[in-house]
């Protein structure tokens, strides 16, 4: 058990909306501080240490996506975004620009609620502590320290978001073995009724882009089995 309550930021100009998400939330423990506009929201966010923002798309000021991305800009709180807008362009592009996950409205606050846990089950450092997992995995041009969540690629720190990390390191536990993605889906995003196989291309996507700018033999290693899925290759 955490020694503190988790914090969360419900975003949205609909007070409904966000009365409705801090009634569920509060119901299972957590903290929910809110904000109603964009400006407000990326303020909040940057000034405070949130342990997930759940984020709107349509907002007045600042919209979600331009949220989204100047919190990027700054740190790597977990995201997840709401929106009326189910189209796929708008989700791949809210994961390209740092989402960790997305609700199409209407949704059902105990969906909300399943992947709120399923993503901070996964990017606490304390739950990763009771895992039985290497804590510090070495490549030649790649180093996963665990309990540190640090990875550095050619001796130069990379700044990944949690759920980059997870996937990076979920593969890296088994180098050469291909996972597909409903296997990724199901083991590091915890979807076992939910979720895009595109969310896990476009964290792919962007975990090989953040390590080629520093390396490239380490983005490398992330390998596309094609009609398969990915996997980790060791350097031979």
């Not at 606490?124 to 665990?146: D, G, K, Q, R």
């Not at 996972?179 to 889906?185: Q, V």
Request: proline share 4%; aromatic share 8%; charged share 30%.
């Amino acid at each position: 058990m955490l020694d503190r309550q988790q914090v969360i930021l419900v975003v949205d100009d609909e007070e409904r909306i966000r009365r409705l998400l801090r009634m569920y939330l509060e119901r299972e423990g957590f903290v929910v501080e809110e904000a109603g506009d964009g400006n407000t929201a990326i303020q909040k966010a940057i000034e405070s240490d949130y342990d997930l923002i759940l984020l709107d798309i349509m907002l007045p000021g600042l919209d979600g996506m331009n949220v989204c991305a100047g919190i990027r800009k700054m740190k790597s709180t977990p995201i997840i975004m709401l929106t009326a807008k189910g189209e796929e362009g708008n989700r791949i592009h809210g994961f390209e620009l740092g989402a960790d996950d997305y609700v199409v409205k209407p949704f059902s606050p105990r969906e909300i609620i399943y992947r709120v846990k399923a993503i901070l089950r996964r990017s606490s450092v304390t739950a990763y502590l009771t895992e039985n997992t290497s804590s510090i995995i070495v490549f030649p041009n790649l180093c996963i320290e665990h309990e540190a969540r640090r990875v550095t690629a050619d001796k130069q720190e990379v700044h990944l978001t949690p759920k980059e990390y997870d996937l990076l390191h979920y593969l890296a536990l088994t180098p050469d073995k291909v996972f597909s993605r409903e296997e990724l889906l199901k083991e590091v995003w915890h979807y076992e009724f939910f979720g895009d196989l595109r969310t896990v291309d476009t964290h792919v996507k962007r975990l090989r882009e953040k390590l080629s700018k520093v390396s490239l033999p380490a983005a490398t290693m992330i390998t596309t089995v094609w009609g398969v899925g990915y996997k980790i290759e060791h350097p031979k």
